[in-house]
């Protein structure tokens, strides 16, 4: 909804500027008759991109008479309405817009602290009730006060297709919509009737109460769900043994994207098991109350199979992604990922715990997937960088690209798995045989040996057989301690083996 100011002037206290005179000085250029003789429809044509734009609309109907009854005759123009509008423009939306469906949103926090608040409200509600039934989207904010009501949503919103719910204050009612073309719910901090919604093809919930049986219900009654995203909502059990109960899957096969962020861990698990969507293209999963190591390798391997199980799509970011520290996991094939915060790993086995949990996440990697990964963003702060990246090496067959990000501690076991052969099973081979450019982040840079190091990366692996050569290396270095002496030595050693080098420090 375009954003307009809450007061914009009237018809009669405006004068046309600059910027409204823009279309009619194009016309008298392109049209050196009268202004008057253009048809409605051309007409039409240079108004269109303003709709909702009611300051420039007002001004433009100053130009002269027959702009204004064009203006005022075209409904399409005056299809936004909100109660932050002045009253006088309020009511000639209403009255302009005729037949056509309206946006309409209604702030109840705009009032606040206004002495005429009820006055103000009740008289929105009643120049609007009345078009109840042309209301095409609405947005609604609740006010934080007990005089809080769920009027908007107790009408009959026979054409509403769009709804947007900000809430402010805890309520006891779940208010049932009748509003059978439905199709986008986006709810922050607020309670619906939730088995009441059918057909949808967008679904936002944000820190609502809603239910993960109540979800399921919505879910199978909305085939065509595009878009479902569930930020912060718990999804508690609601009955009893529902998550051994209900073994039904959920068929969305027009589902493009899924993102479940701060669900309980059993409830994500449970949607990844039984949500089946064949044409997802963006999967962002976010699970941080873990606390057994099994379950964190559970929902891994079920994330699997979103991440890897279907080919990339056309225009899809062709990077894998790993990462993984103390407070958390990440893993990942272009848009679609799997993040695990404060993951239940410690003492001696945490690696092992990591590199399963990846494991997982790659046991349903479609060979396409894997073939069209070319690019490989890999942090791994720990001694298992090593076994990490023989990990990817298995799966990910054509890396021409790793950007990766060392700890200053770990960087040589990152560059020795990458300088010479590694055993696998019975035999010895070069990681990434098609690596071809090189890319390193540090936080600070003290070494004097690292270019060295890399020097003697690049000869090795141009001087080996079965491997292609590095021909870029880009060092970007940030923050923390820089030794001026380490990087000169740095540049020249990248200089001596003949390669196309970038060093970037940022401050």
Same mark, same amino acid.
């Given at each position: ?26 016309? &008298? ?11 409605? *429809?051309?007409?039409h ?21 027959y702009? $204004? ?35 309409? *949103? ?10 005429? *608040? ?51 204050a ?10 059978? +073309? ?18 949808l093809?967008?679904?936002n ?14 879910? &199978?009654?909305?085939p ?48 990844l098991?039984?949500? *089946? ?16 190591a ?51 790993w410690t003492?001696?086995n ?19 997937t ?5 690019d ?28 990766g ?34 890319q ?18 690049? +000869?090795?692996?141009?001087? $080996? ?20 002496? $380490? ?20 401050v």
């Amino acid at each position: 909804m375009p954003t307009t100011e809450a007061e914009p002037p009237t018809p009669n206290s405006l004068s046309v500027n600059r910027e409204t005179r823009a279309p009619l000085d194009l016309l &008298h250029h392109f049209h050196p008759s009268p202004i008057h003789s253009l048809p409605p *429809e051309v007409l039409h044509l240079v108004f269109l991109p303003f709709v909702g734009e009611y300051s420039r609309l007002l001004h433009l109907r100053l130009v002269c008479k027959y702009w $204004a009854e064009v203006i005022d005759s075209t409904a399409e123009l005056w299809k936004v309405i909100s109660n932050k509008f002045h009253p006088g423009l309020q009511a000639m939306i209403i009255r302009n817009s005729g037949n056509h469906l309206l946006d309409v *949103e209604y702030d109840q926090t705009w009032w606040k602290s206004d002495p005429e *608040e009820e006055d103000k409200m009740a008289a929105f509600a009643w120049l609007i009730e009345s078009a109840a039934s042309r209301w095409q989207a609405l947005i609604y904010r609740q006010a934080d006060d007990s005089r809080s009501d769920t009027w908007p949503l107790s009408l009959p919103l026979h054409n509403l297709e769009r709804i947007k719910i900000n809430g402010l204050a805890r309520s006891d009612q779940h208010p049932t919509l009748d509003a059978p +073309k439905l199709s986008s719910v986006h709810v922050s901090r607020y309670s619906l009737d939730w088995r009441s919604l059918s057909g949808l093809r967008a679904l936002n919930l944000e820190s609502t109460d809603s239910t993960l049986d109540e979800l399921t219900v919505i879910l &199978h009654a909305s085939p065509d769900l595009q878009d479902l995203s569930l930020q912060q909502t718990l999804l508690e059990d609601g009955t009893e043994g529902f998550l051994n109960s209900s073994l039904k899957k959920i068929r969305l096969p027009r589902l493009c994207s899924l993102d479940i962020s701060g669900a309980r861990a059993l409830s994500t698990l449970f949607l990844l098991s039984r949500i *089946e969507a064949p044409g997802l293209r963006m999967f962002w999963v976010d699970v941080d109350d873990l606390t057994d190591a099994a379950d964190c390798t559970q929902i891994c391997e079920a994330a699997g199979r979103y991440i890897g199980a279907l080919p990339l799509l056309n225009n899809q970011d062709v990077q894998a992604q790993i990462r993984f520290n103390r407070s958390e996991m990440l893993f990942g094939c272009g848009s679609r990922t799997i993040m695990i915060q404060n993951p239940p790993w410690t003492g001696a086995n945490g690696a092992q715990a990591k590199l399963a949990c990846i494991a997982a996440a790659m046991k349903h990697l479609d060979s396409r997937t894997c073939e069209e990964i070319t690019d490989l963003y890999v942090s791994c702060p720990d001694d298992a960088s090593g076994e990490c990246l023989r990990l990817v090496h298995s799966r990910f067959p054509r890396i021409v690209q790793i950007v990766g990000q060392p700890d200053l501690g770990t960087t040589d076991t990152f560059l020795q798995h990458l300088s010479s052969p590694s055993q696998l099973g019975s035999a010895e081979e070069w990681l990434f045989p098609k690596l071809a450019k090189l890319q390193l982040y540090f936080s600070g840079f003290t070494d004097t040996d690292m270019g060295s190091r890399l020097a003697e990366l690049v +000869k090795r692996r141009k001087e $080996a057989e079965g491997t292609g050569e590095i021909t870029e290396v880009s060092i970007i270095i940030s923050f923390g301690v820089i030794n001026g002496s $380490a990087l000169e030595i740095l540049k020249q050693s990248l200089a001596g083996v003949q390669i196309q080098f970038d060093i970037e420090v940022v401050v």
